[in-house]
């Protein structure tokens, strides 16, 4: 028996992230001291829910490359790859040199500006399903337009929608959410094809819309079978149901998207995150006769206002992203690296036969603790948020920044010694853990 093995047969869980918190504090008193003074002015010191994590996070100085340099000067990979929205890293050339043109040529111009249509036209180009496209400011936005917009365009109201499922802080279903918007809301489960097709036909033409992600992002990498999204358009054809693909994570896992990938097309898609190379943005479009709709040229046409939705410095990243720096040779060789980090992290935990499980697509994974193979968010155990805890801040301790919910999301300046080099500190984390984690999930040790 190792140091560590004897050591871990003796410690709590409880103990152990005591252990864990006391070195995360003692090493990082810049970023402590930032979140106190964070907190007198913003509600627990956060503007955005998913980046506060206990005893506070890490202040985050500077980004180049897939490095991150913290309030504390301690530089760690960053497979946290902002949620996905990090695709290109954070100090691309081209998005910069694209990005310091336009600001050469003044903001907030208030007419129509030379980078929209281009933009729009590369979208239009690059996801089939996309006829035409409009511009808004982030995700929640899109889809909170797109889902309005498949209501008026029906006349129904109610909208389906997969149990777990994330598109934005207005529409979060993995449990009750006050700030919800507040549509008539039906969940089905991933990949439960005839329960899908039964919910649709029962709901019939009460239902304006059944919004799916091809792959659950935020409710733990939880890839849709193409059977499921072909069933779902399938049966939306069938009741005059809009089919919306919320594709601001997936968007990134194939040249022309996953709806791309698979053949199917939906009435309308969703984009977001990286598509405004690193800059604010979201987008929704699709069917042409729907989206004339928003034609102010013509009468009774739907307003669709917003002030930034077409920021020269968005317009100017986007396009530069999109046209010069995601080829289809990029989007492969980082996909491949996802599936490499996959593998080892698989091997891992077979190696230590821990009761895990890892899920993703492409460039975007998440692992989680499970004693059976979990299909659906909801096949996960409850486990306490204290093992995830600890987990996350042994992998900060050696300089991964992963996102406390288990999330690693590659970024194309990623190397293949980056991956080593975090496959190397999972196994390292786990294996000093596999007694709590065993013993958390009631797995004999
Ligand atoms: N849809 C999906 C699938 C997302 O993952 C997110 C954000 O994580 C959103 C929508 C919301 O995007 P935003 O944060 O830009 O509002």
């Not at 490095?67 to 949620?83: I, K, N, Q, S």
């Not at 890293?89 to 500006?113: M, Q």
């Not at 206002?305 to 968005?314: I, L, R």
């Not at 996350?392 to 990623?414: D, F, K, N, Q």
Request: hydrophobic content about 45%; some cysteine; charged content about 20%.
């Amino acid at each position: 028996m190792t140091m560590a093995a004897i050591d871990q047969a003796n410690m709590t869980l409880d103990d152990a992230l005591a252990a864990a918190e006391a070195r995360y504090v003692e090493a990082n008193p810049a970023s402590a001291a930032a979140f106190r003074e964070a907190q007198a002015v913003m509600p627990g010191g956060n503007t955005r829910s998913v980046l506060h994590f206990s005893p506070f996070p890490l202040g985050i100085r500077e980004g180049e490359g897939a490095w991150l340099t913290d309030a504390d000067g301690h530089r760690l990979l960053d497979f946290v790859g902002e949620f996905s929205a990090g695709l290109y890293g954070h100090s691309e050339p081209r998005i910069r040199r694209a990005i310091d043109e336009a600001l050469d040529h003044g903001t907030v111009l208030g007419g129509p500006n030379r980078y929209e249509a281009a933009f729009a036209r590369a979208i239009c180009d690059r996801f089939p399903a996309i006829e035409r496209v409009r511009f808004c400011n982030s995700g929640t936005e899109a889809n909170l337009y797109a889902l309005s917009a498949a209501r008026a365009f029906t006349g129904r109201d109610d909208v389906m929608v997969l149990s777990g499922a994330y598109h934005g802080g207005t529409f979060t279903f993995s449990g009750p959410n006050p700030l919800n918007v507040p549509f008539p809301w039906h969940e089905i489960a991933l990949n439960d094809i005839e329960g899908a097709r039964e919910a649709i036909r029962r709901l019939g033409d009460r239902l304006a819309a059944v919004i799916v992600e091809p792959m659950m992002g935020a409710g733990g990498c939880f890839p849709a079978s193409p059977g499921f999204l072909t069933a779902l358009r399938e049966e939306t054809e069938r009741t005059g149901v809009m089919l919306v693909f919320d594709e601001v994570m997936t968007s990134r896992m194939a040249p022309g998207s996953v709806h791309g990938l698979f053949g199917i097309r939906p009435d309308l898609v969703t984009l977001g995150k990286y598509v405004g190379g690193g800059m604010t943005f979201g987008a929704f479009g699709g069917r042409a006769d729907l989206m004339a709709r928003f034609d102010p040229s013509t009468p009774d046409y739907w307003g669709h206002a917003g002030t930034f939705n077409n920021s020269v410095v968005t317009m100017a990243a986007g396009l530069a992203g999109l046209t010069e720096v995601l080829t289809p040779a990029a989007l492969e060789a980082l996909n491949a690296r996802g599936e490499r980090l996959r593998d080892g992290m698989r091997r891992a935990i077979d190696d230590l036969d821990l009761p895990m499980q890892v899920n993703g697509m492409g460039s975007m994974t998440a692992f989680h603790f499970a004693t059976r193979a979990a299909e659906r968010p909801e096949d996960l155990p409850a486990v306490s948020p204290g093992l995830r805890a600890l987990i996350h801040l042994e992998l900060i301790a050696r300089g991964l920044y992963t996102a406390r919910r288990g999330l690693v999301a590659l970024s194309l300046p990623v190397t293949d010694a980056d991956i080593d080099r975090f496959l190397a500190g999972f196994h390292a984390v786990l294996e000093e853990n596999t007694t709590i984690i065993r013993r958390h999930l009631d797995v004999p040790a």
